[in-house]
């Protein structure tokens, strides 16, 4: 096909799951292309962005998925999942109640996708310390009952969204090769 054409290896299907607001778009445009907006824009027409990155000497493409804002009426479909093989849930850690709604996008998500997806819990605005409603030992605990991976992100500050991305995807393809 076209992409082993391309010299690809893998592509990679990451969906961003999570209430609204928390800072998902952002953390896709610090990833894909290295910016970041404070001023919230509507995602339209875009369904994903696309990175390449180097994995085990494998070229392996991420292709990321945001919700058009859908999330904001939980009417994120099937369509959304199919073939997702990673997913970054995300919550701010400014706003106890996107936390708590963590398990419940954490059952759509396993509903949904397949068994084997990675899924990695991310608190994100780690840069609004001051402004904190989510300890850091809570959010782990919770990840470490549910099996996820965890970290802390500032797509603002542009802290560990490299990581927390190559983590999953190094995770994808662990299993996948
Ligand atoms: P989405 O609805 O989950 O896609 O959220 P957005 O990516 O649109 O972000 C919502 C708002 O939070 C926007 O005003 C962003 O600029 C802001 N935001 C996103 N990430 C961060 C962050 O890491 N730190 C801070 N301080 N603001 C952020
Ligand atoms: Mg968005």
New binding site residues.
């Given amino acids: 096909n076209i992409d082993t054409q391309q010299g690809l290896d893998y592509v990679f299907k990451v969906v961003l799951i ?10 896709l445009s610090r990833f894909s292309r290295n910016e ?6 509507a ?1 339209i027409g875009v369904e994903f962005q696309t990175r390449t990155v180097m994995i085990d000497h494998k070229i392996v493409k991420a292709q990321v998925w ?1 919700t058009a ?1 859908q999330e904001r009426y939980r009417a994120v479909t099937g369509a959304y999942y199919r073939g997702a093989v990673g997913a970054m849930l ?1 919550y701010d850690i400014t706003k106890q109640q996107s936390f708590e709604h963590a398990s419940r996008w954490l059952e759509e998500i396993r509903s949904h996708a397949d068994k084997n997806i990675v899924i990695m819990l991310i608190g ?5 310390g001051t402004l904190r409603a989510v300890p850091t030992e809570n959010a782990k605990q919770f990840a470490q009952d549910e099996n996820l991976f965890f970290m802390e ?5 542009s802290t560990n969204v490299e990581i927390a991305f190559l983590m999953v995807l190094s995770e994808i393809y662990r299993i996948v090769s």
């Fill in positions: 999570g209430d609204s607001a928390v800072g998902k778009s952002q953390l970041f907006s404070l001023v919230a824009k995602t945001d804002g995300v994100n605005k780690c840069d609004l992100t500032s797509a603002m500050e």
